[in-house]
């Protein structure tokens, strides 16, 4: 699942990814994207809290 995070859009698009893993651990990835979109900057990277866990589940 890709969600675009308006509220911290101040110089480049911010997202957020939830998704599992091979090994089953549900992980939320933040990220931008960099030089027109040819690389991938990590911001955070953790296992999910509760809320979004459920947000996950439900769309899944």
Do not use: C, W
Not at 17 to 30: E, N, P, S
Request: charged share 35%.
């Amino acid at each position: 699942m890709l969600l675009e995070d308006p509220a911290h859009n101040d110089r480049d698009t911010r997202f957020h990814a939830l998704g599992k893993t091979d090994a089953d651990r549900v992980l939320h990835i933040t990220f931008t994207l960099r030089g027109s979109g040819l690389s991938i900057r990590v911001i955070s990277a953790r296992d999910m809290h509760r809320k979004e866990r459920a947000i996950y589940e439900q769309a899944d």
